[in-house]
Nanobody, 123 residues
Framework: QVQLVESGGGLVQAGGSLRLSCAAS????????MGWFRQAPGKEREFVAT????????YYADSVKGRFTMSRDNAKNTGYLQMNSLKPEDTAVYYC????????????????WGQGTQVTVSS
């Protein structure tokens, strides 16, 4: 089993920045990819970004490309999502997820999920 704990959410004004963290524990050696998803009120959960845990290759949703950057620190078993130029439409609960298969853009098929962290962007 892998446990994931997100942190770093909060309230920020439009144009501001936040960095989310996702700390993994447990059988972290099984992690092949980590992803970030978000769910806004009344909407379905959507893919944001994913990273290959070993090679660091990243993939992004078109809506965040150029504004968000995903990275990881293997030594700390932690993934990050740096969010810049935030917009009100980025407001959502952000979830990190981990899977034992390679990173694939857009797939929702992850083995483990965190509890989520709220990001609110005011206009």
């Amino acid at each position: 089993q892998v446990q994931l704990v997100e942190s770093g959410g909060g309230l920020v004004q439009a144009g501001g920045s936040l960095r989310l963290s996702c700390a993994a524990s447990g059988r972290t050696s099984t992690i092949n990819a980590m992803g970030w998803f978000r769910q806004a009120p009344g909407k379905e959960r959507e893919f944001v970004a994913t990273i290959s845990w070993s090679g660091g290759t990243t993939y992004y949703a078109d809506s965040v490309k150029g504004r968000f950057t995903m990275s990881r620190d293997n030594a700390k078993n932690t993934g990050y999502l740096q969010m810049n130029s935030l917009k009100p439409e980025d407001t959502a609960v952000y979830y990190c997820a981990a899977r034992d298969r390679p990173a694939i853009i857009g797939t929702p098929n992850y083995n483990y999920w965190g509890q989520g962290t709220q990001v609110t962007v005011s206009s």
